[in-house]
């Protein structure tokens, strides 16, 4: 068969004819290696058709604008409506707006929890109460659950003392008895009256380093603050001063101490009256006087009177403007 032989198809126009079966020499298969199989070139054989090939879908034209929303031209022509666009800043959620008022109470808050950790810290590390022992907490316990003691009394007696100036006849007996005793306490306290009660007595000796007026000035304030109610201080010559609000207390020389311009030798002793329990709690705290003139080298014997005498007196005051109205 020529290669230009023709098969008719019956549309008119001439179909080139295939190729035709290659054979070797007498009918013998072809030898090449890469030759087909004989069976697939036979014209008995059905012709494999090729699976049909789908089209490609054409995907819809997008087009998108200046302001960054993608609308798809399908959607557009059938009628649909573009998605809107979203929020600026992102999310789609509208931040909301912190207030004056909120960062006010943001600012208070904060402030006061740094208020409450420096407290706690500062309690929780506190030097002192960590080194005082339990029998020196109990003392001061004993001291503060006295002196409650005694301002509770002293308001009930003020309050009977008002209750009794209000009762007419009655009223102004009291009234008599309560001016009397008033002064009598303000001249203790002034130091133009004696004084007679339960107290102690504390002495001074000193060691190595003479007592200082210092020492001596400490011990006092100690007194006054567990309930003194009169002192005096006297020397080793027998000089003794009467210790009031205005008394001063100076070095002198040789070991001596100058109070109200007034010199004493040592050992000094204070006769106070007052509480003894309470009074001896207060010189023994740590750190106290106590432990103040233990660490220079003396010694503050400390023992009690049940009938501690306070009898030096204090010159009254000239006054120079003021004058007593009766």
């Known amino acids: 068969m020529s290669s230009d032989e023709h098969t008719e198809t019956g ?43 789908e089209p490609p879908v054409q995907e819809p034209a997008v087009v998108e604008p200046d302001d960054g929303v993608t609308v798809e031209l399908s959607r557009a022509a059938a009628g649909a409506t573009p998605p809107a666009p979203a929020a600026a800043g992102g999310g789609g959620t509208p ?51 006295s002196r409650e003691v005694r301002l509770r009394q ?18 102004r007996q009291a009234a008599l008895e309560e001016a009397t005793r008033r002064a009598d306490e303000l001249g203790i306290l002034a130091g133009t009256l004696p004084a007679t009660g339960p107290g102690l007595s504390v002495r001074f000796e000193a060691g190595e380093k003479p007592i200082s007026a210092s020492r001596v000035l400490d011990a006092v304030q100690e007194l006054r603050g567990a309930g003194a109610e009169a002192m005096q201080i006297s020397g080793g010559d027998r000089a003794t001063v009467r210790i009031i609000a205005s008394t001063f207390f100076l070095d002198g020389e040789g070991g001596s101490l100058v109070v109200d311009g007034r010199r004493l030798t040592g050992p000094f002793t204070i006769t106070v009256i007052g509480d003894p329990a309470t009074m001896r709690t207060a010189l023994n705290i740590p750190g106290g ?12 014997i400390v023992e009690d009177r049940e009938a501690a005498e306070v009898s030096a007196l204090h010159a009254p005051i000239k006054l120079e403007h003021a004058r007593p109205v009766s």
């Open 154 to 171: 002293d308001i009930a007696t003020l309050e009977e003392s008002q209750r009794q100036l209000r009762s007419g006849q009655q009223g």
């Open 95 to 145: 931040r909301r707006r912190v207030s004056s008022a909120g960062v006010m109470i943001a600012a208070l808050l904060a402030l006061l929890g740094f208020t409450l950790v420096v407290q706690f810290k500062s309690t929780s590390t506190d030097p002192t109460v960590a080194a005082t022992r339990q029998e020196d907490l109990v003392r001061i316990l004993y001291d503060l659950n």
């Open 289 to 300: 006087v106590v432990a103040s003139v233990t660490g220079d080298g003396g010694k503050l």
């Open 11 to 53: 549309t008119g126009w001439p179909q080139p004819a295939g190729p035709g079966r290659p054979s070797g020499p007498a009918g013998e298969p072809d030898p090449r290696p890469d030759a087909p199989d004989p069976d697939e070139l036979s014209p008995l054989a059905p012709e494999r058709s090729a699976p049909p090939v």
